[in-house]
């Protein structure tokens, strides 16, 4: 099957990039502190196992923040995280999703333009449905990306596409530096089904992810391969290979 392929669609964060997310800042909104903001935000992500969660517990840790245990936790794949700690109900995750119909104050407007300019991510925390806090956070392309990519050209493959949940200004950032042929951006989970289903019409497709937002797409592809380093088990499970 992957002797046959020849479009493959590939992740970003932990696939393209290294995997390894640094925090790099955190802003809260005027009036808030932020250091109690942090710590709500990265008490629930202690429960997450989104490859940007750990980059956020270990900067409270370095901090030396004392962590809470947070309760009644629900994550949406792609979307957040959702629970209750200390008393608050707190979500971390897009600004879309973690304070819903809520108007995108200026500070946070300045974030995403920040993280945009600079090929960032972004992660904003609501705190009992107000939206308060962004994380900053950085996770840099491998360095033998590039390299990769042109490798799969020599070996047949025709088409390239980078399938991502991020915002479209960070996709495009990492999709020239890599030289993908095209970009999809803000994905879901079923987003990226219909990505490979739509593109499994014109040939044999090879998916590659490494987190649980990738499993049902490395499920749907001809040959999914899994980045599998952190032990990623929904996504080893639904991969025919697994790095």
Do not use: Y
């Not at 490979?196 to 499920?219: F, K």
Request: charge should be negative; hydrophobic fraction near 45%.
């Amino acid at each position: 099957a992957l002797a046959g392929a020849t479009i493959v669609l590939l992740d970003k964060t932990g696939t393209l990039t290294c995997g390894r997310p640094v925090m790099r800042d955190f802003e809260a909104a005027s009036g808030q502190d932020a250091a109690e903001v942090f710590r709500l935000a990265a008490s629930l992500e202690q429960l997450s196992p989104h490859v940007l969660a750990r980059a956020i517990v270990e900067g409270a840790l370095s901090r030396s923040m004392q962590l809470g245990a947070p309760s009644l936790v629900e994550e949406q794949p792609g979307k957040g995280i959702r629970g209750v700690v200390s008393g608050h109900r707190i979500a971390v995750g897009r600004g879309s999703w973690v304070a819903p119909g809520s108007e995108v104050p200026l500070w946070a407007r300045r974030v995403r333009r920040r993280t945009a300019l600079e090929g960032l991510a972004n992660v904003f925390v609501a705190v009992d449905d107000h939206l308060i806090g962004a994380f900053v956070v950085e996770d840099p392309l491998r360095p033998d990306a590039p390299r990769t990519l042109r490798a799969l050209r020599q070996a047949g493959i025709r088409r390239i596409v980078m399938v991502t949940g991020d915002h479209l200004d960070v996709a495009e950032t990492i999709g020239a530096a890599v030289g993908v042929d095209e970009i999809l951006a803000e994905c879901s989970p079923e987003d990226k089904v219909e990505a490979v289903s739509t593109r499994r019409e014109a040939g044999r497709c090879v998916m590659v992810g490494d987190g649980i937002n990738d499993a049902p797409a490395l499920a749907a592809a001809d040959v999914g391969v899994v980045m599998g380093a952190r032990g990623a088990t929904a996504a080893s499970e639904a991969g025919s290979v697994v790095i």
